[in-house]
């Protein structure tokens, strides 16, 4: 790659075998930070996402997505012609990352113990359900697996219920986010000593590091936290309320901006009140509150309430749909929808980078995803192998999915 | 320091501005990669979270998880002689983070510009709402509005709701996360050119990178994501439902898994029926599958199906109430719960980390969060001015919060 550094891990090479999306997501995020990434496949099949929907152009685009950028190349590590091209990749890779069941990489004989004694200074991630070792190692992992055994579920939802889902896969996302910062270290650190590592991350681990309050309020008092709605556990109002023609959200997190609330709604009385005035009795009277404050902003809508409020400086917000969210105008004014332009599929819009760092360009492009296997010929020649044809495009059947 | 290294970022200095939460999260996840993080505080009150609930023996738990095995030096940045205390941090810093308002550190005197005038290898990580650029650059900024306008409450909750904010506030989280990997990704980088960076993350872009299918479905189809309960967008079945006594996690992601989980729960003709025997059909079919599992999941409780589905390797959980997260067999074999010794608040309980790295011991214990200014006498010392005497702890009163 000749052309100017994308990011501070410019020049950093993932050799990436992971799938779906804990693992993809890890190296997506390198990728934003400048490394090249080399997408390893299964031949003939490729990643299960390839078979993902939505579809356009009888392409996935949720695969588009979470790997623009990367390159491809399908090797089988059973075979062994396949295996001298991924020895000669590993041997130039500063990274290794997969998201296999524990045991799968020893098995192909590419567990962390094999690839230390060839290459001992490759960083190997590997991102798993509940990691490489205790007494869930070996079952099957999955976000909603993840996000249940790690009590997310029972803190998400509305009050009075038994908790749902987070909307996101964030048993993925965090996971891998969690990873990327992992490698990243392990990369500076190398600088010095020269050293490979093993990166061990589980998606349950990294639920608990996101549990907030929850975790430690439960060793401390004893008491399970459970879904608060849209509220915030214990600040108050920090919730999202009753207009006129909708729900808006409103977050005064001290005494000033609530003073300033009642004042710019008309209801001066109420930061008087004593069951208000002060955060802990509005907690105690959070639904009192509550009650007082939907009276008076049934007198407005949401545009007309963000209007009037916004400018003074207190949190409000309109509760942004799918469709709202791809016309705000601070995400458009920060690039953070960028363009591909894919052979196949034709244009496609997706999330940019929310990583701003001066001195390297904020493209509003990015490559598109790699076909199965089209990095093939340009693999061949950097490792001095023979060339062999490119293999032919894996096209998904929506029909019939692969996974 | 001169202990064994705690991990790759050891001896990494960070100079610490951040309150509440983002920052503060970035810069525990930084020392948990082995960095050393020193706390700036405002004198005779610190960070604001020294007064959220819950508390033990009068101080907050809250902080105390956040803040654990930082060290705190209160100072006035508005004060002459504080600026040169500050001045000579900086000299020493390899990273400094902040989370104010857009243009608090420029009134500082502190901006980038300035920083980067006398320390031109600073790395300069700057966490806020909305970031630097843009129309909302100026807004206040609460996770709750965050979530509101990125879209994030729009598809999280029951189905048929109008959402409700994450049970976590993953504004903040996943900000703080990814500034942390934006960091390292630039220590990284000036190992080889000596450089500085700005880096600059928004909250709200942070969102937009976690909001995984729901964009680009967007984009690419027209259609806005709605609320789906616990059941994944479009992976049939992969949900939670009603079991004898409770609900039940069932995520199977591909024909195979299905087909074994009807044999195991003694369906076996759901896998032949049309309706139902591939993912598409599954996906067009979800809510007469849902009947028809729940039919059949009623037969048993929770714990007789876990018994059963999990050593078949049917990915199946309980929904984990935060007092069943505590005494998870998996998060405490993998050191998931750490101990803190606080000299006042007592024995204390909290998430460990989840970045395992070989070579890098996993310790069962964290120091404590720091007094406000504890670290003062060192501090000075380590400058090599004049020593002052530490200043006064400050015991918040819950009756009269801060913030």
Chains 1, 2 share one sequence.
């Not at 020049?11 to 390198?30: H, S």
């Not at 697996?145 to 909307?167: C, D, K, W």
């Not at 108050?236 to 309320?241: A, E, L, W, Y």
């Amino acid at each position: 790659m000749s052309e100017q550094p994308r990011g501070p891990l410019s020049g950093v090479r993932i050799l990436d075998l992971t799938r779906v999306l804990a693992g993809p997501y890890c190296t997506t995020l390198l990728w934003e930070l400048g490394a090249d990434v080399l997408k390893i496949e299964m031949p003939g099949h490729g990643d299960d996402t390839r078979a993902f929907p939505p579809f356009q152009n009888g392409e996935s685009v949720y695969f588009a997505s979470i790997n623009r950028g990367k390159r491809s190349l399908a090797l089988d590590l059973k075979n062994e012609g396949d295996r001298k091209v991924f020895d000669g990749l590993l041997e130039r890779a500063d990274v290794l990352v997969e998201n296999f069941r524990p045991g799968t990489m020893e098995r192909l004989g590419y567990g962390y113990d094999a690839v230390k004694e060839k290459f001992p200074d490759v960083i190997y991630g590997a991102i798993s359900g509940f990691g490489n070792t205790g007494p869930y190692r070996d079952l099957p992992a999955y976000d909603l697996i993840v996000q249940s055994l790690g009590g997310m579920i029972s803190i998400n939802g509305p009050e009075g219920s038994g908790g749902y889902r987070l909307g996101i896969s964030l048993g993925d996302l965090a996971a891998g986010t969690f990873a990327a910062l992992a490698i990243s270290s392990a990369l500076y650190e190398r600088r010095a000593s020269g050293q490979g590592r093993f990166i061990d991350i589980a998606m349950l681990d990294v639920q608990t590091m996101l549990l907030e309050s929850a975790l430690v309020r439960q060793f401390a008092t004893g008491e399970s936290q459970k879904p608060t709605g849209s509220r915030h556990p214990v600040i108050t109002p920090f919730d999202v309320f009753q207009a006129k023609d909708g729900p808006i959200a409103v977050a005064c997190a001290n005494d000033h901006l609530f003073n300033e609330l009642c004042d710019a709604i008309g209801a001066p009385a109420l930061k008087e009140d004593p069951h208000y005035n002060n955060l802990f009795a509005r907690y105690a009277n959070q639904p009192a509150l509550k009650i007082e404050l939907e009276k008076v902003l049934a007198a407005d809508t949401v545009a007309g309430w963000v209007e009037k409020l916004r400018p003074l400086g207190i949190p409000v917000a309109p509760i942004h749909t799918m469709a709202d969210v791809v016309n705000d105008p601070q995400l458009k004014a920060r690039n953070m929808f960028v363009e591909v332009d894919d052979a196949e599929m034709g244009k496609l819009k997706m999330a940019g980078s929310a990583f701003k760092i001066s001195g390297y360009e904020q493209s509003p492009t990015r490559p598109p995803a790699p076909n199965l296997d089209e990095a093939r010929a340009d693999v061949m020649k950097e490792l001095s192998l023979p060339h062999e044809e490119k293999r032919e495009r894996v096209k998904q059947d929506p029909k019939e999915p692969l996974w």
